[in-house]
């Protein structure tokens, strides 16, 4: 079994932290279910363990977390979905790349439920968008923009931190750091790409998938 929790309001870093934490030994130690936790934060950059220094552009901006994830820079903030994903891989096969990839899948699935075609790409985390509607950039490849993030880490083979899907967030946050450390694309949302979607939408289309990827 696994619990979905979806919190509402707007969430302070260092609470999610916390709980993913002792959620995550509880799964260890067999008195817990897994978790998906949903929620929203306050604006906020979080370091992951490749973040770069000069790829904070402006760090008095919003505060600055050092995460313990995989990854670089991410912006967190309202009106981006961010899953918390507490499951234990131990049990799931002892894959981490398998299940990275079932991660990536999830949210290209849930993507495909509002019909967009959610991309990965060699070299690059996360899951993006090709814009057909914007010019070729200056080598004359099409235009990408990054519309989710994905970084985890495993304690004792169960996972914690995630997922995050641009619902409709301010894009210009994103302006203060170079998001996973790429610069030669953009980030853009659901409501950004002309969908009315709400985040119980999202909400909806993340459980109705889940158990298509990491069920069968």
Not at 43 to 62: C, N, Q, V
Not at 75 to 89: D, E, I
């Amino acid at each position: 079994m696994v619990e979905w929790i979806v919190h509402e309001g707007l969430l302070e870093y260092h609470e999610a932290v916390a709980f993913m934490e002792a959620r995550a030994e509880a799964i260890y130690n067999g008195v817990a279910e897994e978790c998906i936790w949903l929620v929203e934060h306050p604006p906020l950059y979080t370091a992951g363990t490749s973040a770069k220094a000069e790829d904070l552009t402006d760090p008095d901006r919003f505060p600055v977390y050092t995460s313990k994830r995989g990854g670089q820079y991410t912006y967190h903030g309202p009106g981006q979905r961010v899953a918390y994903v507490m499951l234990n891989v131990g049990k799931r096969g002892h894959d981490v790349r398998k299940f990275v990839h079932q991660l990536e899948e999830w949210v290209i699935a849930t993507l495909a439920e509002f019909s967009l075609r959610g991309e990965i790409r060699e070299g690059r985390v996360g899951v993006w968008i090709s814009r057909d509607d914007k010019p070729k950039t200056a080598t004359g490849q099409k235009a990408e923009d990054k519309i989710a993030a994905i970084g985890i880490r495993l304690r004792k083979w169960v996972s914690f931190h995630g997922i995050s899907i641009n619902v409709e967030p301010n894009l210009e946050h994103f302006d203060g750091i170079v998001p996973c450390g790429i610069t030669e694309h953009g980030v853009t949302s659901l409501v950004d790409l002309g969908l009315p979607v709400t985040m119980d939408d999202v909400d909806v289309a993340l459980k109705r998938t889940f158990s298509n990827v990491f069920e069968d």
